[in-house]
C-alpha cells in the first residue's frame, strides 16, 4: 500500500520535528544543569565571601580589644612593677621575685602583641600590602632563621582591602606550614601582575608535600586557602616534590581591585 505525496510529506515533517525535539531536549537539560551548577557555584562563592567578611571584621575587632583593653592593661601594670622595684627591697628572695614578675609581664605584653597583629595584622591597614608582606617576610626569618625573600614591586601592590587581605592571609598561612612542617632552608615569595591578572607563588625547599597530606580532612589550612582563592574567582595549584612545595595562584582583578597599579 503506497502512501499519497501530502500524506508521506506530512508523516516526514513530524517525524523530523520529533527527532529535533529529542535532540534538543537533551541539549537544553544539559544547558539548564550548566545554568543551574553556576548559579550555585556564584551563590557559594558569595557566601564564602561575606562569610569572609564576618570573620574578618570580627578579628579586627578582638585584636582592637585585646590592644586596647588588656594590652593597656598590662602596661599599666609594668609601670608599677618598675615603681615597685625602685623601693628598698631588703631580702633577696623578694627582689628575685620582682624580677621574674617583671620578665614574665614583658613576655605577656610581646605575645599579646604577636597574637593580635595575627588576627590583624596593623602593617596591613598602615602601610599597605607590600608593607605587611615585609614585616611577615621578616618575622619569619627572625623567629624560625629560615632565609624568605620577596621578589615583589610596591606599585603593583595597590589593591583594595578584599584582595590585600586574601593574598596576606594565604602567605601567612604557606608561612606557618612551612614552619611546621617543610622542614626548609629557603622560601621564595613571588607576586608579579600582569595586566589584570596577580600571580602568586610561595616555594619552599622542605621535604615536599604529598598528595595524601592534601587529602587529609584535617587540612583546613589548605582548605581556607583554597576558599580564599576562589571567593575572589582566582585558581590555584599545590605541587610537591623531592625539591620542595610550590603554591602557585593566578587571581583576576577587577576594575574595583586596584587599578592605579596596573600602567
Ligand atoms: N610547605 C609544606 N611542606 C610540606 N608539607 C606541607 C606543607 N604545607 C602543608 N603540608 C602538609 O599538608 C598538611 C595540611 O596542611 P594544613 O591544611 O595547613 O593543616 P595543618 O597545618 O593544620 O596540619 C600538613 O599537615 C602537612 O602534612
Ligand atoms: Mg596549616
Known amino acids: 500500500m503506497s502512501m499519497s505525496r501530502p500524506l508521506l510529506a506530512a508523516a516526514l515533517l513530524i517525524a523530523m520535528r520529533l527527532a529535533w525535539r529529542l535532540d534538543a531536549r537533551p541539549a537544553t537539560f544539559a ?11 556564584a ?19 578582638i585584636a582592637r580589644e585585646l590592644h586596647d583593653d588588656l594590652g593597656q592593661l598590662l602596661a599599666t601594670l609594668r609601670v608599677d612593677m618598675s615603681l615597685l622595684m625602685q623601693r628598698p627591697v631588703t631580702d633577696e628572695a623578694t627582689r628575685d ?19 593580635a597583629s595575627n588576627l590583624r595584622p596593623h602593617a596591613l591597614d598602615e602601610g599597605g600590602l607590600y ?35 586574601a593574598i596576606f592571609r594565604i602567605v601567612q598561612e604557606s608561612l606557618t606550614n612551612i614552619a611546621r612542617h ?4 629557603h622560601v621564595r615569595i613571588t607576586l608579579r601582575r600582569q595586566r589584570n591578572t596577580l ?23 589548605l582548605l581556607g586557602m583554597h576558599e580564599r582563592v576562589w571567593a575572589i574567582r582566582g585558581d590555584i595549584s599545590i605541587t610537591g616534590s623531592h625539591g620542595g612545595t610550590r603554591i602557585a595562584i593566578h587571581l583576576p582583578l577587577p576594575e574595583e581591585a586596584g587599578v592605579q597599579a596596573c600602567r
Open 31 to 41: 544547558a539548564q544543569r550548566e545554568a543551574d551548577a553556576r548559579a550555585r557555584m
Open 43 to 61: 551563590g557559594r562563592r558569595a557566601t564564602d565571601y561575606a562569610l569572609e567578611n564576618i570573620r574578618e571584621e570580627e578579628r579586627t575587632h
Open 97 to 115: 621575685l620582682l624580677t621574674g614578675m617583671d620578665g614574665r609581664l614583658l613576655s605577656a605584653i610581646t605575645s599579646l602583641r604577636r597574637i
Open 131 to 165: 608593607f605587611a608582606l615585609q614585616s611577615l617576610r621578616h618575622e619569619f626569618e627572625e623567629r624560625h632563621g629560615v632565609a624568605c625573600e620577596l621578589i615583589a614591586r610596591e606599585d603593583e601592590l595597590v589593591l583594595s582591602d578584599r584582595y590585600s587581605t
Open 182 to 185: 617543610a622542614q626548609a632552608g
Open 199 to 221: 600571580f602568586l607563588s610561595i616555594e619552599d625547599d622542605g621535604r615536599g608535600i604529598a598528595q595524601a597530606d592534601m587529602e587529609k580532612p584535617t587540612s583546613f589550612g
